[in-house]
């Protein structure tokens, strides 16, 4: 594999773990938290990319977002990535 390359994107970039993401998630953007906490495969896709190396999120993000639910859920998941350290 070559270099890895900084995405500056912080959905791939995030450092925060699934507790964080979710607790996040409850506060800032509750709809969407019911969505994934009443959806089990969406939480364990969640969980499956936040423990991906970001090689692998960044392939991810491009299969996400290639979906409609994908372009629908990344706007609000950017801004959780940048605020969830807070939690």
């Known amino acids: 594999a070559g270099t890895p390359v900084a ?6 970039d995030t450092t925060c ?3 964080q993401v979710m ?7 509750p709809a969407l938290a019911q969505k994934f906490n ?6 364990a896709m969640l969980g499956n990319f936040l423990s991906s190396p ?3 999120r960044a392939q991810l993000v ?4 290639s979906t ?12 959780i990535a940048n605020s969830c350290n807070n939690y």
């Open 7 to 12: 995405s500056a994107d912080p959905i791939v």
């Open 17 to 19: 773990s699934y507790p």
């Open 38 to 43: 009443a959806n089990p495969i969406a939480a």
């Open 68 to 79: 409609s639910w994908g372009q629908k859920y990344f706007g609000p998941m950017a801004s």
């Open 54 to 56: 970001p090689g692998e």
């Open 23 to 29: 607790a996040a998630l409850n506060t800032e953007n």
């Open 62 to 65: 491009a299969e996400y977002q």
